[in-house]
């Protein structure tokens, strides 16, 4: 008997005849004799109408009353779950974050969580009563319902876990598992078995939207395992683990890729000490989160091409800010370009392997790919290439590491 | 300056500009220099939709879990009334039933409040934030969500008047007050400035939709005065308030209509002691409630004709019942008859004045109606007639108690 957390998405809750399946899926593991927590999110569309009423009425909303609101959305499907679990037999009630409490602090909106008092919670799985959780929402220290972000009934999930001290952490979600690459893109894609935390968070902020990256953490630090499956078909789905797990490590196991990006290129700037401060100082101040950087040789030792990589979001805002600093950064040419990719390979494998990155520019290189910025980490590499080589890249590079299914 | 309660029901919420409309209409109030606190139901058709979903998961659900589905729907609306608010420059928060904390008691779905703790609700009333409160939900003692059953919104308005000392409770919906009869028949019917609450409790449980018959009670039983006005158009609206307030009583301030009545007559029954209990004992057993109960002299001093009405949710239920017992109960014919109406003239004045059954009689004779039951208590007459009738019945007691408008 082991003590087990299931999280179903948006998606898996949408109708009643979701609602159902769920009820069905989280009946199997209760009849195994498991004790249950299921944290469900809102049902698909319902937290989008919540917020967009609250935007319409004011852009500028108090974001405690956009908490009350939007945390409606959960109490719903908690509800129902409950009923749809009665129905079939199974013992069952739903928690609202202030009735654990899950308590939480830091701001409206975006709060995160504090701690999770589990007496109440931990007594009915005693009972043998399987507890529907309403992620993605706590109470604040002065009883105000608060919300933990867009995605955060992931992090409920698996910080429930943690608490609970639960063997797993499942999340069931529209996707079978982790995938070497986009499925979509890359037929020969192939479903992960197993997949260390830190490849994971690497995917999960390189534009694979399996998982949150918060939850992701949160499951790192607290060694919660964490499971993706689909609420829709069987199957083992992908575990995510300590590295420690994994014996046969992948030198790459998966490749990731974000349109979300776009360059901005600044020729000529001059090159002294503190150039690169006068750039970002103001980009910071405006918000504009920069991802990439790269900053040439200077040939002529007065001047250099600076670029660096910013969200599609922040691109005009950005490419305003170094328009009004022009006279301060002195460049003779600003060269914006929405029209880029990021594409990266990922494995902790790489640590010990050489010849990773040399196989990535080889293969790009093969294919007429140009280049245009790299940026590295342990257990990654990153290159921006032209949008519209994305595919023709994914499935060289899928092929090169040896990742295509058989 | 003084403190009101005001309330608007589903309709007068039912979209973003109707709540921007409502938020005005509390400025106003709140300009005036007023502490108020506004009790919100849900969106119109919002309960019904999610009423709907946990019928269909199960007809036989746990009513603590429908409790928890259906209040998210006022929370929806607290939270947007409340933004409304301050976007309009009105300082407001929104509290749930188990914020305040309103307690209640009994069962799930219908629970009664038990005690409403102002404190934290007074204070802010006294730093100028208008309260917007959840209507129609509580916490049980054991801090689950509870609902206190349909229109329980008018409820939670005249408690929270009552428990806040409240000057005035006013209820807000989508007529400008009571009338002497439904306008929609009656075209002469004229809108009261004043009702006793005693006539308002009988229009309302007699049919008349304006007001939940049980706030009407806890108005009468808290002294909390209530006005009824419409969320749509300006004006004074009703005023429901004692009898002392009300110098020149009428005779009749009102005449009432349900369609909700069936008759059924039992031929020959037995005229012998214990045949009642015998016929209604059954009724009670399988939660038939039997409004009106006419039993003829007796002509043969052996049998007698017994006539009752039912609602008509009640109706086939009831017939099933008597024709189960037809060998006990030894009636000759069982006359089933679903097209009738309740007729009923109200006034406190009724209590000093003579005459005003006859001129209930005598005005439908002259128009050749026949009158089936009469049932009368302290301040009402009601009669039961073919259901052909209404229109006409309702039109020429109007015109003879000196009802019409000019």
């Given at each position: 008997m082991a003590r087990i957390v299931m999280k179903f998405g948006g998606t898996s809750l949408a109708d009643l005849d979701r609602i159902r399946n769920v009820a069905w899926r989280v009946k199997r593991e209760a009849d195994a004799g498991h004790q249950i927590a299921v944290v469900v999110s809102a049902m698909a569309g319902q937290t989008n109408q919540l917020v967009d009423w609250t935007n319409q009425l004011s852009p500028l909303h108090d974001p405690r009353e956009y908490d009350v609101v939007v945390a409606s959305g959960e109490q719903v499907t908690s509800g129902l779950?409950?009923?749809?679990?009665?129905?079939?037999?199974?013992?069952?009630?739903?928690?609202?974050?202030?009735?654990?409490?899950?308590?939480?602090?830091?701001?409206?909106?975006?709060?995160?969580?504090?701690?999770?008092?589990?007496?109440?919670?931990?007594?009915?799985?005693?009972?043998?009563?399987?507890?529907?959780?309403?992620?993605?929402?706590?109470?604040?220290?002065?009883?105000?319902?608060?919300?933990?972000?867009?995605?955060?009934?992931?992090?409920?999930?698996?910080?429930?876990?943690?608490?609970?001290?639960?063997?797993?952490?499942?999340?069931?979600?529209?996707?079978?598992?982790?995938?070497?690459?986009?499925?979509?893109?890359?037929?020969?894609?192939?479903?992960?078995?197993?997949?260390?935390?830190?490849?994971?968070?690497?995917?999960?902020?390189?534009?694979?939207?399996?998982?949150?990256?918060?939850?992701?953490?949160?499951?790192?630090?607290?060694?919660?395992?964490?499971?993706?499956?689909?609420?829709?078909?069987?199957?083992?789905?992908?575990?995510?683990?300590?590295?420690?797990?994994?014996?046969?490590?992948?030198?790459?196991?998966?490749?990731?890729?974000?349109?979300?990006?776009?360059?901005?290129?600044?020729?000529?700037?001059?090159?002294?000490?503190?150039?690169?401060?006068?750039?970002?100082?103001?980009?910071?101040?405006?918000?504009?989160?920069?991802?990439?950087?790269v900053q040439n040789v200077s040939e002529d030792g007065k001047t250099t091409d600076l670029t660096f990589t910013v969200t599609k979001a922040d691109f005009d805002r950005a490419v305003k800010v170094i328009e009004d600093n022009r006279k301060i950064l002195a460049y003779s040419e600003l060269k914006p370009d929405p029209r880029v990719v990021k594409v990266s390979v990922i494995g902790v494998g790489m640590r010990s392997h050489a010849g990773v990155a040399l196989t990535m520019f080889r293969t790009l290189a093969d294919k007429g790919i140009n280049i245009q910025v790299i940026s590295t980490s342990e257990i990654k590499i990153s290159v921006l290439i032209d949008e519209e080589y994305l595919e023709l890249a994914l499935r060289a590079l899928h092929s090169a590491y040896g990742l295509d299914a058989a």
């Open positions: 779950l409950a009923i749809a679990l009665q129905t079939i037999g199974v013992k069952a009630r739903s928690w609202q974050g202030w009735q654990i409490p899950l308590v939480s602090r830091g701001a409206h909106g975006k709060a995160r969580i504090d701690r999770i008092e589990t007496e109440a919670l931990a007594d009915g799985l005693g009972r043998g009563e399987v507890a529907v959780v309403s992620g993605f929402q706590g109470m604040m220290p002065d009883r105000r319902i608060a919300t933990l972000g867009r995605g955060g009934s992931d992090t409920s999930a698996v910080a429930l876990a943690a608490a609970l001290h639960a063997e797993r952490c499942d999340i069931y979600t529209d996707v079978d598992g982790v995938y070497t690459c986009d499925p979509r893109i890359v037929a020969k894609a192939r479903k992960l078995d197993k997949i260390t935390y830190e490849e994971m968070l690497e995917l999960a902020s390189l534009g694979a939207k399996v998982l949150q990256t918060r939850s992701v953490e949160l499951a790192m630090n607290h060694g919660v395992r964490l499971r993706v499956l689909s609420s829709f078909a069987d199957g083992p789905g992908t575990l995510v683990v300590d590295e420690a797990e994994i014996v046969e490590k992948e030198v790459v196991s998966g490749i990731a890729y974000s349109r979300d990006e776009a360059k901005i290129t600044l020729a000529r700037v001059a090159d002294r000490p503190g150039v690169a401060a006068a750039i970002f100082g103001p980009l910071a101040d405006a918000s504009v989160n920069v991802d990439m950087i």
